[in-house]
C-alpha cells in the first residue's frame, strides 16, 4: 500500500511551487503551439527537480517529456498549458475586465492543469526516491489541446509508447469521474470560382460562396441522415469579400465532424467531403479539402480511473479556506439572481448540505467514487487525451477549480482559476495523482490488469486520425 502521510508531507512541501506555476502559465496566456514561456517555465522546473527534460518531443516546438527513475513500472502524467483566444481577464474580477494588451486567457483552466501535473510528477520522484522503489515517471507537456490536437501528434511520433499507465485531470465545477469522450475531425474546404461584376456581368462568374452555401444546406440534410450522436459544427473562415456587387471567387469553411467512434466519423466525413464536391459541380468552382486534424475517443480504463478516483475519495477535494469562499461568493453574487438561486441549490444538493451553508462556502468540495458507469456514459465534447487512452490505461478525473455553473471556455473561468482557487485545485490534484501512481509502483500487478483491459476494448490497435501530410500548428 501507497505511504499515504508520506505522500501528504512531500506534497506539502511543493505547494508553493505549484501555485506559482500555476500563476506564471496564466500570466503567460499563450496559445497552441506557441507556449514557448509556459514549456520553458514547466521544463526548468523540471531540471531543477533533477529530471531529464527532451525538447521539442515528437518534433513540437512546445512539447516536452520529462523523466525521472528506471525500471517498470513506467508511468505517465500529462500536462497541458495552452490558453484560449479572447478570454483575457484580470484574476479574481467578477465583472468583464480583460487584461490591456492581453488577447488569450486561461478559460479551460489550463496553467492550473500543467502546475497540478507537474506536481505530481515532482511528489512521485521524492516518493520513489525516498521508497527506494523501481519504476519511471514521465511528465509530458503537451500543446495545443484546445485546437490543434497535440496528444494526438505526440501520438503519432510514439510518444506514449511504453507507457504502463497514464493519468490526467481537468478543472472544473465538481470533483467527480471524467467519462468518454467523442471523436473529432477538423476539415477544411476551400472553394475557389471566377470573380465577375455581380450585376452587369453575373453569367460570367462562379461564386465560391454560393458554393459554401449549399455545402452547408447539403449537411443540414445529412444531419437527418447520420447517427444522432454524431454532431457536425461549420464556421465561414473566409466570406469572400465585403462587397455585394462582385461575385465571390473565393470563400472557405471549417468543419468539426464529431462520432463516439473514429471510424464512425470518419465514414459521415466522407459523406460531407461529398456534398462539397456536389456543391463545387453545381455552381461550376473546384474545392479543395483539408484535414486538418483528428482524436480519438476518449477511453476511461477501469483500473486507472479507479486508482484515481479513490485517491481523491481518501483525501477529499481541494483543501478550500476562506480566502477561496470569499473569492467565490464573489463571483456567486454576480450571477443573475434566477441564476444565482439553481447554482446554490445544485451545489447544496451534490455536497449534501443547507442551501444556506452552501452559499457561504459556494466550492464543491465533495469527491465522487469511481462506478463503472464512468465508463458507459459518454461526454458530447471531444479532447485529444483520447489518443493516449488508445495506447495507455488512461484515468482522467475533473477538480473544482471554479464556482458551481461557470462554463468552460468563459472569461468567468479565466478570472477564478488564476486565484488561489486554481492553486488548491492543482495541489490537491497534485497528491491524488502521485498517491494513485505510488499504488501502481507498490502494486505493479496493477499496471498489468490496466494493460489487459486496454487490450480487451482496442485489441492492441491505435488508429492515427491524422492524414499523414497533418502538421502541427497548420494555419486553418
Not at 495552452?82 to 474580477?93: I, M, N, T, Y
Not at 450571477?335 to 457561504?360: D, H, M, V, Y
Amino acid at each position: 500500500m501507497a505511504d499515504r502521510d508520506k505522500i501528504f508531507d512531500i506534497a506539502e512541501a511543493k505547494n508553493r511551487l505549484i501555485a506559482d506555476i500555476n500563476h506564471s502559465v496564466w500570466n503567460y496566456a499563450e496559445g497552441g503551439y506557441c507556449e514557448y514561456k509556459s514549456a520553458a517555465k514547466l521544463m526548468e522546473v523540471l531540471r531543477a527537480e533533477g529530471f531529464q527534460v527532451e525538447e521539442k518531443a515528437g518534433g513540437i516546438e512546445t512539447a516536452f517529456i520529462g523523466t525521472y527513475g528506471s525500471g517498470r513500472p513506467v508511468i505517465g502524467i500529462l500536462a497541458e498549458y495552452d490558453a484560449l483566444p479572447g478570454l483575457s481577464q484580470k484574476a479574481g474580477e467578477a465583472r468583464h475586465c480583460p487584461i490591456e494588451g492581453q488577447a488569450y486567457g486561461h478559460g479551460c483552466g489550463h496553467s492550473a492543469l500543467g502546475a497540478g501535473s507537474t506536481g505530481a510528477a515532482l511528489i512521485v520522484k521524492e516518493y520513489l526516491k525516498e521508497k527506494g522503489l523501481s519504476g519511471t515517471v514521465k511528465l509530458f507537456g503537451c500543446p495545443a489541446e484546445e485546437t490543434g490536437f497535440g496528444k494526438a501528434f505526440m501520438a503519432r511520433a510514439h510518444c506514449f509508447d511504453g507507457l504502463d499507465m497514464c493519468f490526467s485531470w481537468h478543472p472544473a465545477d465538481a470533483n467527480t469521474n471524467f467519462p468518454r469522450a467523442i471523436t473529432n475531425y477538423a476539415v477544411r474546404f476551400d472553394f475557389k470560382g471566377c470573380s465577375a461584376h455581380a450585376s452587369s456581368a453575373p453569367e460570367q462568374g462562379r461564386s465560391a460562396l454560393d458554393a459554401c452555401e449549399l455545402m452547408n444546406v447539403g449537411v443540414n440534410y445529412l444531419r437527418e441522415h447520420v447517427p444522432t450522436s454524431t454532431r457536425l459544427h461549420y464556421a465561414y473562415l473566409d466570406c469572400g469579400g465585403d462587397a455585394p456587387n462582385v461575385v465571390q471567387d473565393h470563400a472557405s469553411l471549417l468543419y468539426y465532424v464529431r462520432g463516439p467512434r473514429l471510424s464512425q466519423c470518419g465514414e459521415v466525413l466522407e459523406r460531407v467531403k461529398k456534398i462539397a464536391r456536389g456543391a463545387a459541380l453545381m455552381t461550376e468552382t473546384e474545392v479543395n479539402i483539408q484535414v486538418l486534424g483528428g482524436l480519438n475517443d476518449y477511453i476511461p480504463n477501469h483500473t486507472a480511473s479507479r486508482l484515481l478516483a479513490d485517491a481523491f475519495c481518501a483525501y477529499g477535494g481541494p483543501d478550500f479556506g476562506e480566502e477561496e469562499y470569499a473569492i467565490a461568493r464573489k463571483f456567486l453574487g454576480a450571477l443573475p439572481e434566477e441564476e444565482r438561486n439553481k447554482t446554490i441549490a445544485a451545489g447544496a444538493r451534490q455536497n449534501g448540505i443547507s442551501k444556506e451553508a452552501f452559499a457561504a462556502r459556494p466550492l464543491n468540495t465533495a469527491a465522487e467514487p469511481y462506478s463503472e458507469k464512468v465508463r458507459q456514459t459518454v461526454m458530447p465534447g471531444s479532447t485529444d487525451v483520447g489518443d493516449v487512452s488508445h495506447i495507455a490505461p488512461t484515468g482522467q478525473y475533473m477538480v473544482t477549480g471554479v464556482i458551481q455553473g461557470t462554463g468552460d471556455h468563459t472569461w468567468q473561468f479565466t478570472a477564478q482559476i488564476g486565484t488561489s482557487i486554481g492553486d488548491k485545485a492543482a495541489q490537491a490534484t497534485a497528491r491524488a495523482i502521485a498517491c494513485a501512481c505510488a499504488e501502481v509502483y507498490e502494486n505493479p500487478e496493477l499496471a498489468e490488469q490496466a494493460k489487459k483491459e486496454l487490450l480487451e476494448e482496442t485489441d492492441g490497435v491505435y488508429v492515427s486520425p491524422l492524414p499523414e501530410d497533418a502538421v502541427p500548428g497548420e494555419k486553418r
